[in-house]
């Protein structure tokens, strides 16, 4: 061989090294990438009352940490609690959460919003519940009572689930276009302040359009009555809450999001098979002001489902379409929920 046939050998080969270089070194960074996408802390939120046990009892027995390591994940849970359904839509579009929690009022609002940005989408239900709305005014047998001396509290004003069942019950009892009858009456308050102002009895407040256990309480007081329950004015069994995401956030963290899917199984498993030390420590969690059997008979209440099916939330939806409260529209609920990840 040539000195040049060496000197162009060897140039190949140097090339040749230099490529297997900048492979191995572009397949580092890919695996470096891949092993950094999932996030190392997670921040979940829920609201008060026992219809997010299966939350509290994931923080509770750090389920979602524990089903992470199971897939090779050493995560963090960071837990935040809100009053209402739109702060923590603000907190998620804001990128300050990760999975929030809530009725369906806030969550179809959402996601009517990002379906061209962000696509945020349901991750899976957590119950059917009926909500009730309770009065300590001995002159409201039926919504038709209300006049301009009550206020009904309720977590959000316009886009909470008790407000939208507010607004198609109000259609239901005075017509079309009647919608919004009883919206000036109602008032934003959290479940704990609502049920301490209207029991109290030196607020305004003569009304709760609230959620268990708080429903459940008020009406052990004589003065207290049920004047709807939302069953009613569905037609039967709906979903209450839900947990929701970004699809940016679904999408950069799917161990992270079938780990949620595997610790909320497991959650409502227990739910289902030991009532009792669900129960419980729902009680210690929280700090309720429940017995042991109260929490237990409202969590084994035939009317109460811990399922993660939805139910009739193309009936909000539909709703919210033809009043304007939401554009984007579905035909089935599979398309409002992200497809859950294989196990």
Do not use: C
């Not at 897939?71 to 963090?76: E, F, I, M, Q, S």
């Not at 929690?101 to 996601?111: A, E, M, R």
């Amino acid at each position: 061989m040539t000195a040049r046939g060496v000197r162009t050998e060897n140039r190949g080969a140097g090339r040749r090294g230099v490529l297997r270089l900048a492979g191995a070194a572009f397949l580092a960074l890919a695996t470096l990438g891949t092993a950094q996408a999932e996030v190392a802390t997670v921040r979940l939120a829920k609201q008060f009352g026992i219809s997010y046990l299966p939350l509290t009892l994931m923080e509770q027995e750090q389920l979602l940490e524990k089903q992470a390591k199971q897939r090779g994940l050493d995560v963090k849970a960071e837990w935040l609690r809100f009053t209402g359904g739109s702060g923590m839509n603000e907190a998620l579009l804001s990128g300050n959460l990760d999975f929030a929690s809530g009725g369906v009022g806030p969550f179809l609002t959402i996601w009517g919003r990002t379906q061209n940005n962000i696509k945020v989408k349901g991750v899976a239900a957590l119950n059917a519940m009926p909500l009730w709305l309770v009065t300590v005014n001995p002159d409201v047998k039926s919504i038709k009572d209300f006049s301009g001396k009550d206020k009904i509290a309720l977590p959000t004003v316009k886009t909470s689930i008790q407000a939208i069942t507010l607004q198609m019950a109000a259609e239901q009892a005075f017509g079309p276009g009647q919608q919004g009858k009883l919206d000036p009456l109602t008032v934003s308050m959290g479940h704990p302040d609502a049920q301490t102002a209207m029991m109290g009895g030196r607020s305004e407040i003569t009304a709760h359009f609230g959620a268990p256990p708080f429903q459940e309480m008020e009406l052990k007081d004589p003065r207290a009555r049920k004047v709807l329950d939302s069953y009613d004015v569905l037609g039967g069994p709906h979903t209450f809450n839900l947990v929701w995401a970004s699809n940016r956030f679904v999408e950069a963290n799917p161990k992270v999001t079938a780990a949620f899917h595997a610790a909320l199984e497991e959650s409502l498993k227990m739910i289902r098979d030991d009532p009792a030390r669900a129960a419980a420590l729902w009680i210690k969690a929280e700090g309720a002001k429940l017995t042991q059997e109260e929490a237990e008979a409202i969590i084994r209440a035939p009317q109460n489902e811990w399922t993660t099916a939805p139910k009739r939330m193309l009936a909000y939806l539909g709703y919210m379409n033809r009043n304007g409260l939401v554009a984007a529209k579905a035909n089935s609920e599979t398309e409002l929920f992200f497809p859950a990840p294989a196990r």
